[in-house]
């Protein structure tokens, strides 16, 4: 057993007994109940410390992935690949994003934009979060009309196709 199925084994255990490791902020928090017994978790802290960088990356890509999941519909960026959409995210840290892309068959003379999905870490996008005026999240429930974005990223699509200038 390498160390990262390790890392998984002790983080499963200590879900069993109620304790949860949690990446926060860049911090490595163990939730522990009040009504822990205190020996146990002693006992699971010195398991923990053991695999402790093992641990801080399997906390820390589930917590990307925990919040990508709550932002799925929202509009990316990519150096890479211009604007997009996630529609994913696994436990991984992996983000799939769906993106435009020129495809041209080599019989043809002219390329055509299709969707793709790519999957890559989330340091590789910007997930763009829209907000109020007040700083709180834009109701998602509107019809998808209303949700209609334009802006900076219909502006790099439109460049991207030819049809937008600086």
């Known amino acids: 057993m390498d160390r990262i199925e390790k890392a998984a084994e002790l ?3 200590a879900q069993k007994l109620g304790l949860r490791m949690e990446f926060q902020d860049g911090l490595n928090v163990l939730k522990v109940p009040a009504a822990a017994d205190p020996s146990v978790t002693a006992l699971m802290l010195e398991q923990l410390a053991k ?3 093992r641990i801080r990356e399997l906390a820390r890509q589930r917590a990307v992935a925990a919040l990508a999941k709550k932002l799925i519909g929202a509009r990316i960026f990519s150096r890479e690949h211009g604007a997009g959409t996630l529609i994913d995210a696994s436990d991984d840290g ?3 994003v769906s993106v435009s892309a020129e495809v ?3 019989d043809e003379d002219e ?3 299709s969707q793709m999905s790519i999957s890559a870490g989330a340091e590789s996008f910007i997930i763009v979060e829209e907000v109020s ?3 709180s999240d834009v109701d998602a429930a ?3 009309a209303e949700n209609k974005r334009t802006g900076v990223f219909e502006f790099l699509r439109r460049r991207s196709d030819g049809r937008g200038t600086i």
């Open 11 to 13: 983080i499963e255990q």
């Open 51 to 53: 695999y402790l960088p």
């Open 94 to 96: 992996a983000l799939t």
């Open 104 to 106: 041209r068959k080599s």
């Open 111 to 113: 390329a055509r934009r």
């Open 133 to 135: 005026e007040n700083g």
């Open 142 to 144: 509107k019809p998808e």
